[in-house]
T-cell receptor, first 113, second 114 residues
């Protein structure tokens, strides 16, 4: 069955710390991978996406993610977090030509000033 | 470009009633998907419409239905509401054609069933 798992449910960091959020997927065939962010009181926003090509993708607000096919992973990174990065982060995947997004359970990030 | 809009933003209904939620996609987007977000189950796919046809369906009972109009606007309907249907219902649109595209989400409709 298709699935996406996020192992970190709740992460607390101090400002300027580095961030890495884990995401693993289980999919047969072609997979497209996404990271979405949900700031408090706001709607889901696309951070970055991977369809093919360079496995290191850069997104908005200094975030990046690396697709490692051999590990079925798509981890999100940011070298230095800010208080404004406090939000819930969702990893998601679609397969092939479908738009059916399978989401991970989300990671709640709290950045302390 | 205007983003995805959803109406109403908040709804309170009673068990047994039915409800209709509306979604207007980003201009030019022809694919509309619906998701349910709850604290317990997270984000779950309901269905996707493309060119007025349901293209994908998630694992929800038949009480959940939807449709898409020729202008790509979409509605979803939940009949015989249950307490467990209380959730944030999200609509997402994409420029989907023959392949998957990124989806852009609306603010959601918060449904409370009492």
């Amino acid at each position: 069955a298709q699935s996406v798992s996020q192992h970190n449910h709740h992460v607390i960091l101090s400002e300027a710390a580095s961030l890495e959020l884990g995401c693993n997927y289980s999919y047969g065939g072609t997979v497209n991978l996404f990271w979405y962010v949900q700031y408090p009181g706001q709607h889901l926003q696309l951070l970055l996406k991977y369809f093919s090509g360079d496995p290191l993708v850069k997104g908005i607000k200094g975030f990046e993610a690396e697709f490692i096919k051999s590990k079925f992973s798509f981890n999100l990174r940011k070298p230095s977090v800010q208080w404004s990065d406090t939000a819930e982060y969702f990893c998601a995947a679609t397969g092939g030509a479908t738009n059916k997004l399978i989401f991970g359970t989300g990671t709640l990030l709290a950045v302390q000033p | 470009k205007a983003g995805v809009t959803q109406t109403p933003r908040y709804l309170i209904k009673t068990r047994g009633q039915q409800v209709t939620l509306s979604c207007s996609p980003i201009s030019g987007h022809r694919s509309v998907s619906w998701y349910q977000q709850t604290p317990g189950q997270g984000l779950q796919f309901l269905f996707e419409y493309f060119s007025e046809t349901q293209r994908n369906k998630g694992n929800f009972p038949g009480r959940f239905s939807g449709r898409q109009f020729s202008n790509s606007r979409s509605e979803m309907n939940v009949s015989t509401l249950e307490l467990g249907d209380s959730a944030l219902y999200l609509c997402a649109s994409s420029a989907s054609g023959s392949r998957s595209y990124e989806q852009y989400f609306g603010p959601g409709t918060r449904l409370t069933v009492t």
